[in-house]
T-cell receptor, first 112, second 113 residues
């Protein structure tokens, strides 16, 4: 058990909709990272937060946004969903802003 | 399992043998490299990392070798066990943006009894 909790585990929705994925980092970890894993693109870095502040940004679409709250949990918001957004979304955390060491088990998003 | 891509390279290893998983990385300016293991239905699990100023690093039953001349990274697993069956990813990154990792496509390791 990595200590990183992601909810929900599975999400099925339709094109054009909006969803929110939630991540609780491991206790004591200040940094949260979001990654997308799809069959054609592999694992892609989306965004990183450290203690509530955005630290690094990857190939995150404008339709996607994220934030880290004062209690350090993070949410990834995906809007105007398209079929191509179907993927596994992973959250990871680390104590400071270093390498992502602890990954959650992901949220599987299916767009119908 | 949760494999990346339809045509992951596969390494079949007999239980007890040593495994060598290879990775070619792209950015000669990368500061560090990480190996992750991903089991079916799970998120990636950190195995070991190595900085660009090192050639070799050892962990428990694992050794990572870095050859910067040819931009090649390898992970050696000693005495491979059934629990080592998983997809293994290498990732590279730079120190100015620790989380912004570039992942490889992955290698499926299958351990046979």
């Amino acid at each position: 058990d990595s200590g990183v909790t992601q909810t929900p585990k599975h999400l099925i929705t339709a094109t054009g909709q909006r969803v929110t994925l939630r991540c609780s980092p491991r206790s004591g970890d200040l940094s949260v990272y979001w990654y997308q894993q799809s069959l054609d693109q592999g694992l892609q870095f989306l965004i990183q937060y450290y203690n509530g502040e955005e630290r690094a940004k990857g190939n995150i679409l404008e339709r996607f946004s994220a934030q880290q709250f004062p209690d350090l949990h993070s949410e990834l918001n995906l809007s105007s969903l398209e079929l191509g957004d179907s993927a596994l979304y992973f959250c990871a955390s680390s104590q400071r802003g270093g390498q992502p060491q602890h990954f959650g088990d992901g949220t599987r998003l299916s767009i119908l | 399992g949760e494999s990346v891509g339809l045509h992951l390279p596969t390494l079949s290893v007999q239980e007890g043998d040593n495994s060598i998983i290879n990775c070619a990385y792209s950015n000669s300016a990368s500061d560090y490299f990480i190996w992750y293991k991903q089991e079916s239905g799970k998120g990636p699990q950190f195995i070991i990392d190595i900085r660009s100023n090192m050639d070799k690093r050892q962990g428990q039953r694992v050794t990572v070798l870095l050859n910067k001349t040819v931009k090649h990274l390898s992970l050696q697993i000693a005495a491979t066990q059934p629990g080592d069956s998983a997809v293994y990813f290498c990732a590279e990154g730079k120190g100015d943006s620790w989380g912004k990792l570039q992942f490889g496509a992955g290698t499926q390791v299958v351990v046979t009894p």
